[in-house]
């Protein structure tokens, strides 16, 4: 049987809402779990990059050379120390993405290059830069589903109109199979009664499931990209990685009964 390959992008426009801590903290969830994970950073500013220990200045060859179609996916991937494998980003990332505004198939060309490294992997995990510009389109639509992770305790959820708006317009012009996966509720404070409300907002305005369980607000998320690892290996009993843990858990359960 042929090994199908799940793609997720994980967007969200508003920055600070937890998307690289998400692709990080799932890719080394998911590597626990024996599987083979791609994260693929299209931020220009190349914080997943940063997060996994790689130094975004010293690289060569990135995901803008991929895109621009001067060198291929396989030429630029890098092995992390938490055992997934990073397709890079840094700042050439923004002349790459001027570039390509003139360029024929622009938002397919993230598609056309993972395409060719798919069946090495299990899950491709696409961190999306704060914007929904030409990068954010592309991950949408090289991905099967969109994880849209929520900071819970402001109305942060304003700018999901906007979001779902761009995922149906990809939905109807290029990529009519994409599936929103749901929100992912991070620095949730459970306590609070201002973010269970915010979840039930979520719930009753935009019919969006919701991803379980909750991301714990905790400090232990802004000290893991410092030491250059996820929290998983640096604060492997927390519940921060816990939660993440069980998230991925049920994205492999939910993958095997499909």
């Given amino acids: 049987m042929a090994i199908v390959t799940t793609t997720i992008a994980v967007a969200n426009q508003k920055g600070g809402v937890a998307?690289?801590?998400?692709?990080?903290?799932?890719?080394?969830?998911?590597?626990?779990?024996?599987?083979?994970?791609?994260?693929?950073?299209?931020d220009p500013q190349g914080s997943l990059t940063f997060s996994l220990g790689i130094d975004p200045e010293d690289l060569e060859v990135t995901v803008a050379e991929v895109l621009l179609g001067t060198r291929q996916a396989e030429d630029a991937i890098v092995i992390t120390d938490d055992g997934m494998h990073l397709l890079p980003a840094n700042i050439t990332l923004t002349q790459a993405e001027e570039?390509?505004?003139?360029?024929?198939g622009r938002e397919q060309r993230l598609r056309v290059a993972l395409d060719k490294v798919a069946d090495d992997y299990d899950w491709i995990l696409i961190d999306c830069p704060p914007t929904l510009?030409?990068?954010?389109?592309?991950?949408?639509?090289?991905?099967?589903?969109v994880l849209i992770p929520l900071q819970a305790e402001t109305l942060s959820h304003r700018g999901v109109g906007q979001l779902l708006d761009t995922i149906h317009d990809v939905r109807q012009f290029i990529n009519p199979s994409l599936e929103i996966?749901?929100?992912?509720?991070?620095?949730?404070?459970?306590?609070?009664?201002?973010?269970?409300?915010?979840?039930?907002?979520?719930?009753?305005?935009?019919?969006?499931?919701?991803?379980?369980?909750?991301?714990?607000?905790?400090?232990?998320?802004?000290?893991a990209p410092a030491i250059g690892r996820s929290v998983l290996a640096?604060?492997?009993?927390?519940?921060?990685?816990e939660a993440y843990r069980?998230?991925?858990?049920?994205?492999?359960?939910?993958n095997k009964k499909k």
Wanted: aromatic share 2%; no cysteine.
């Fill in 19 to 42: 998307k690289t801590t998400t692709v990080v903290s799932l890719g080394a969830a998911l590597t626990e779990l024996k599987q083979r994970v791609l994260l693929v950073d299209v």
């Fill in 99 to 104: 570039s390509l505004i003139g360029r024929t």
């Fill in 133 to 145: 510009g030409i990068l954010t389109v592309g991950a949408l639509s090289a991905a099967q589903q």
């Fill in 181 to 223: 996966m749901g929100v992912l509720p991070t620095m949730y404070d459970g306590r609070t009664k201002h973010a269970q409300n915010v979840l039930a907002a979520i719930r009753e305005t935009y019919e969006l499931p919701v991803v379980t369980p909750p991301i714990p607000k905790t400090i232990r998320f802004a000290e």
């Fill in 234 to 241: 640096t604060a492997r009993t927390h519940k921060g990685a």
């Fill in 246 to 254: 069980q998230v991925a858990a049920g994205m492999l359960a939910g």
